[in-house]
């Protein structure tokens, strides 16, 4: 019998596959498909102080192995979430953090506290690495001063865990990550989408309504995986590993890299299933391998 | 309840240049109730460049025999790698996904269909007839070549065509045939499918005449099951999934 549990600072999972926020809607969307109560964790779609409508449509676009979105953010507002969808999905046995974002420090604030008093969530993962927004966002992921700021801030507000997802959109990714573990980050999970761009040749015009968009899916897996590995060797904190995983080989992967846990996103989407089978198959990884506990293949790279 | 099944091809008869029509066999497991208007999302593998899954609208269901036939028209890589799928092979499909049409207040109703459109009307109108309404049809295309399957249409109730080169039915758009330009119209629900300025016009028609019109959108999506919120459609109540809260809305709560 091999132990699939790890820890995520004060969070307990009962294996290390947790969905990427936005693409696992508020986990209902999956319930005819798999059992939720077997996931590590869901984070739950982005969720502001303010309902927003996010952008026009196209917000879509099919890329090689992988696939540009320009969501923009649509949500319901935490209010709504607390009142209407918070009671729905209480009830899974899995740990269900809030993917927070805002366009100013005070909203992030403001809904991380609202969080706070949510018996059944123990935790929330702080956006700070949004594309698809104008205002805020990745604005406050970019800069290593900003990302600082808006992680103390809610860091002063919130008492359970909190997690900071950053933006791969930057210089060095090791800086930012440092910078908010300093500001009390208990974790942080990377990596958000990549900037990207699709263009019609027929209509010459841009696919998305935004123009630009967030890129995700296998294309990015490598990026991802240098990321975590460069961030590994920068903090001490756990780190969330996420780009492009679509089977249980990735997913070791990015633990051998130095993440604690994963995020399964834009597979879900080809999929419904792709989180049981990636459970599975780290099972029976570490059976074959002679593993007893898949905490043993964190930071397990070798490179001598 | 939605699914994720894998179908055997049973056939697969090419219709025109770019249209087939796929007949899918289900495995072990029952075919679940399904709507008409309701889609499927299909996965395609071995094809370079294609990483989603693609949204077909289902084209007939029978029970007895336990399948479902698709109408592919071949519009992308993704599309064309489908109907090269050859008979034996599987299709693995995400279904029965979105609301579809609804049964009308009406016994006078017409089913309007352009280009590939007409796919889910085939088993709106079994439907329907099941329901003892006799189901209209008035299927648009550029030209005769792109009519496809009008026997199988013409065994639940009558056609017409329009053609936009005239070479059958009448010349012109949907909205030109005869049966759009009487003073009154005999019919009181419109169900449609096609490109989107032939569903605007249709949805003007209908407020102009009081008629209820049931649109059924063609939005690109990613996950089909209303979690990535890629398809959405502007209505009343603000952006809603075209995968979810449609395929198939009143074009009224519709905000074109």
């Known amino acids: ?304 | 309840m939605k699914y994720i099944h894998d179908f055997t091809i049973v056939s697969n008869e090419r219709q025109t240049t770019d249209f087939v029509v796929l007949t899918l066999q289900a495995g072990e497991a029952p075919l679940p109730e399904i709507h008409p208007g309701q889609f499927a999302e299909v996965r395609i593998d071995g094809a370079p460049g294609v990483y989603l899954r693609r949204p077909l609208s289902i084209h007939d269901v029978d029970y007895d025999k336990q399948q479902i036939k698709l109408l592919v028209q071949e519009v992308g890589k993704g599309t064309k790698i489908l109907t090269q799928q050859a008979v034996g092979s599987m299709v693995n499909m995400v279904y029965p996904l979105g609301k579809g049409y609804d049964l009308p207040d009406s016994k006078r109703v017409l089913l309007v269909g352009g280009g590939c459109g007409v796919a889910p009307l085939l088993f709106l109108g079994r439907h329907l007839k099941k329901n003892g309404i006799s189901p209209r049809f008035l299927i648009g295309t550029r030209t005769s070549a792109n009519l496809v399957r009008l026997e199988a249409y013409n065994e639940l109730g009558e056609v017409m065509v329009t053609t936009e080169d005239g070479s059958a039915g009448t010349k012109g758009y949907v909205i030109n045939h005869p049966v759009m330009r009487t003073e009154e119209p005999d019919f009181d629900w419109i169900y449609t499918c096609g490109p989107e300025p032939m569903m605007k016009i249709l949805a003007k028609y209908a407020d102009h005449h009081d008629l209820t019109c049931q649109v059924s959108l063609e939005n690109h999506m990613a996950c089909g099951i209303g979690a990535c919120l890629c398809c959405i459609a502007p209505t009343k109540d603000g952006n809603k999934c075209t995968c979810t809260d449609g395929p198939v809305f009143d074009s009224k709560y519709l905000q074109w």
């Open chain 1, 1 to 304: 019998m091999v132990d699939l549990s790890v820890k995520l600072g004060s969070l307990e999972l009962k294996n290390p596959v947790m969905t990427a926020s936005g693409t696992f809607g508020y986990g209902e969307e999956y319930e005819d498909f798999i059992d939720i109560h077997s996931l590590g964790g869901i984070v739950v779609k982005g969720t502001t102080l303010h309902p927003r409508q996010g952008n026009d449509y196209p917000r879509m676009a099919e890329t090689p192995m992988g696939m540009l979105n320009a969501v923009g953010l649509q949500n319901v507002g935490v209010d709504q979430f607390i009142q209407s969808i918070y009671p729905r999905i209480k009830h899974y046995k899995t740990n269900i953090l809030v993917n927070v974002s805002g366009s100013t420090v005070e909203e992030y604030v403001e809904t991380a506290e609202k969080i706070n008093e949510l018996e059944s969530i123990p935790g929330i993962e702080l956006n700070i690495s949004c594309p698809n927004v104008k205002e805020g966002g990745m604005a406050f992921g970019t800069s290593c001063p900003s990302a600082i700021a808006v992680t103390s801030a809610v860091r002063d507000v919130y008492k359970k865990h909190l997690m900071v997802k950053l933006s791969p959109n930057v210089t060095s990714i090791a800086e930012i990550a440092k910078g908010v573990e300093g500001a009390g980050a208990d974790s942080v999970s990377l990596i958000n989408t990549l900037l990207g761009m699709a263009i019609d040749a027929h209509s010459r015009r841009p696919v998305l309504s935004t123009i630009t968009g967030g890129l995700s899916g296998a294309a990015v897996k490598p990026i991802a995986l240098r990321m975590v590995w460069q961030v590994a060797n920068a903090v001490k904190i756990p780190i969330v590993g996420m780009g492009g995983i679509s089977s249980a080989e990735d997913a070791i992967e990015f633990m051998l890299a130095g993440a604690t846990a994963v995020e399964i996103g834009t597979a879900n989407f080809i999929d419904p299933r792709i989180t049981i089978q990636i459970i599975d198959g780290i099972r029976s990884y570490l059976e074959s391998h002679q593993m007893n506990s898949v905490q043993n293949l964190i930071g397990g790279l070798i490179t001598e």
